[in-house]
């Protein structure tokens, strides 16, 4: 079965300055994977995804994030936070499980930026 | 845009009720899902179904029943409501890009 972990329940970054959440998988086939964020008070959303191809993938609002196979990681990044990014961010897993698909959250991430 | 609606946003009942809560979305997406959200757990997800008439189990399914009687309509029932289900309930549509409802607040006294 599929797993994602996030270690950081909560992140703390100043306004202006750079940002990763970290993300690790667990699939023993080919994952497809995914970034949402969840404003408050609202259901999530999409911020980028991962099929194939380069491993360094961009989402909306200056999001990135890059696979790593060997690592089995999918770490999210930004270069400079604005204070409308706070939000809890949640690492995804696609995968196929009994002939049907099926996504796998972590726990998310709380992104707080101080002024 | 996508949508998906849900409906109640806000439901208080008492242990032992009864509770359904519904779910409609317009994006003509064959897969539909109900996740429960709890501080601590994320996204946990409950029941899933890739058609109408299709049931698939998740990973926390017990005391819950589902029920996809259209591609559009995907209904989570809560026959005897326990404090324990008290949780943020979101449905979603889609294949791996999902969308999500706005959520329906359930408390259980």
């Known amino acids: 079965a599929q797993s994602v972990t996030q270690p950081d329940a909560r992140v703390t970054v100043s306004e202006g300055a750079s940002l990763q959440l970290r993300c690790k998988y667990s699939?023993?086939?080919?994952?497809?994977l995914f970034w949402y964020v969840q404003y408050p008070r609202q259901g999530l959303q999409l911020l980028l995804k991962?099929?194939?191809?380069?491993?360094v993938v961009q989402g909306v609002n200056g999001f990135e994030a890059e696979f790593i196979k060997s690592n089995s990681s999918f770490h999210l990044r930004k270069a400079s936070v604005h204070w409308s990014d706070s939000a809890v961010y949640f690492c995804a897993v696609s995968a196929r499980t009994e002939g049907a698909d099926r996504l796998t959250f972590g726990k998310g991430t709380q992104l707080i930026i101080q002024p | 845009e996508a949508a998906v609606t849900q409906s109640p946003r806000n439901k208080v009942t008492v242990t032992g009720g009864n509770v359904t809560l519904s779910c409609r979305q317009t994006?003509?997406?064959?897969?539909m899902y109900w996740y429960r959200q709890d501080t601590g757990h994320g996204l946990r997800l409950i029941h899933y179904?890739?058609?109408?008439?299709?049931?698939q189990i998740g990973d926390v399914p017990d005391g819950y029943k589902a029920t996809r009687t259209t591609q559009e309509d995907f209904f989570l029932l809560l026959e005897l409501a326990s404090p324990s289900q008290t949780s943020l309930y979101f449905c979603?549509?889609?294949?791996?890009?999902?969308?999500f409802g706005e959520g329906s607040r359930l408390i259980v006294v």
């Open positions: 979603a549509s889609g294949r791996n890009t999902l969308y």
């Open positions: 991962y099929y194939s191809g380069d491993p």
């Open positions: 994006n003509s997406h064959n897969y």
């Open positions: 179904s890739y058609g109408a008439g299709n049931l």
């Open positions: 699939y023993s086939g080919t994952p497809y």
